[in-house]
């Protein structure tokens, strides 16, 4: 996976939003086996800029967003 990559416009609009957003189409989930505990959150990859969200499903209300795990801060 590349690091600090340049999100695309629909991945930058999803980031911070809340989990209930569904995600956009360039998406794809990744393996469960990936991830720790499947209910608490899913992992995607953006087939088009490599992109990789957490779509955090438990825990605080405030917490419960799409998180980009390998963008750089901006
Ligand atoms: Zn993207």
Redesign the pocket.
């Known amino acids: 996976m590349d690091l600090w990559i340049q999100?695309?416009t629909?991945?930058a609009d999803l980031y911070g939003k809340p989990a209930t957003e569904t995600p956009h189409r360039?998406?794809t989930l990744n393996g469960a086996g990936g991830v720790k505990d499947a209910r608490a959150e899913e992992h995607y990859t953006?087939v088009?800029?490599?992109?990789v969200f957490a779509r955090i499903l438990a825990g605080p209300p405030g917490r419960q967003i799409w998180m980009l795990l390998n963008a750089g801060q901006h």
């Open positions: 999100p695309c629909p991945c360039e998406l953006c088009r800029c490599r992109a």
